[in-house]
C-alpha cells in the first residue's frame, strides 16, 4: 500500500528563522507527483508547491523550497524567514496516475513564534 | 486560486435526514473529488470523477451518493445522514489525477 508518513506531528519556529518539515513515501509508481498543503486556522486547504519526480531540480516558491531526495523517497519542505501567517498544519502529499491514488500524510502543526 | 465554491458552507441537521454538498467549479477541470477531513483521520477520499456521468467511490464511500451530470457541478448526497458523517467535507479539482485544487470545506454537523 502506498503511504506518506509525517513523523513531526508539531513543532515551532522563530519568527525569521528557517524550518524544515519532513516528509517520507511509499510507491511503486515511476511517474507521481509530491506536494506540500498547507491548512491555517481557517481550514482552506492551499497548494504550497509541487515537485514532479522526474524533474531532479528542487522545486522553489518564493520562502518555500523542497529538498526532494528520490531514492531515499523523502520530500521535505523548507520555510525561509518564517512569518507569523505560516502558522498552520502542514499536509505532505503524493498522487498517483488515476483519480484514487492520492494520498496524504496526517499532517504537522507548525508554530510561528514572535 | 482555483475557481471552486461549496454550498452550503456549514449545515446543521438531523438523523436520518437527506444532505446535498454542491461543489461548483469555473476552471473546467475534468476531475472532481468529495474529501471527508476528521481529527485523527486526516483527509479521506468518498467519491471522485473523472468525467461527466463517470464516478468512482474512494476509500469511505459508505452511505454516500455523488452525481455529475455537467462539467462545472459534482454533488455528494447523504441519503441519510448519520452521525458518524459529522465531518468537515471539502471539493478538490484538478486537470490529470496527479494534482488536487481544494475548495473552501463544508462543515456538517448531524445532531
Known amino acids: 500500500a502506498q503511504t506518506v508518513t509525517q513523523s513531526q506531528p508539531e513543532m515551532s519556529v522563530q519568527e525569521a528563522e528557517t524550518v524544515t518539515l519532513s516528509c517520507t513515501y511509499d510507491?511503486?509508481?515511476?511517474?507521481?507527483?509530491l506536494f506540500w498543503y498547507k491548512q491555517p486556522p481557517s481550514r482552506q486547504m492551499i497548494l504550497v508547491i509541487r515537485q514532479e519526480a522526474y524533474k531532479q531540480q528542487n522545486a522553489t516558491e518564493n520562502r518555500f523550497s523542497v529538498n526532494f531526495q528520490k531514492a531515499a523517497k523523502s520530500f521535505s519542505l523548507k520555510i525561509s524567514d518564517s512569518q507569523l501567517g505560516d502558522t498552520a498544519m502542514y499536509f505532505c502529499?503524493?498522487?498517483?496516475?488515476?483519480?484514487?491514488?492520492?494520498?496524504f500524510g496526517t499532517g504537522t502543526s507548525l508554530t510561528v513564534i514572535p | 486560486d482555483a475557481g471552486i465554491t461549496q454550498s452550503p458552507r456549514h449545515k446543521v441537521t438531523e438523523t436520518g435526514t437527506p444532505v446535498t454538498l454542491r461543489c461548483h467549479q469555473t476552471e473546467n477541470h475534468r476531475y472532481m473529488y468529495w474529501y471527508r477531513q476528521d481529527p485523527g483521520h486526516g483527509l479521506r477520499l468518498i467519491h471522485y470523477?473523472?468525467?461527466?456521468?463517470?464516478?468512482d467511490k474512494g476509500e469511505v464511500s459508505d452511505g454516500y451518493s455523488v452525481s455529475r451530470s455537467k462539467t462545472e457541478d459534482f454533488l455528494l448526497t447523504l441519503e441519510s445522514a448519520t452521525s458518524s458523517q459529522t465531518s468537515v467535507y471539502f471539493c478538490a479539482i484538478s486537470e490529470s489525477p496527479r494534482g488536487r485544487f481544494f475548495g473552501p470545506g463544508t462543515r456538517l454537523t448531524v445532531l
Open positions: 502529499a503524493q498522487g498517483g496516475n488515476t483519480g484514487n491514488q492520492f494520498y
Open positions: 510507491t511503486s509508481e515511476n511517474n507521481y507527483y
Open positions: 470523477s473523472y468525467g461527466v456521468k463517470d464516478t
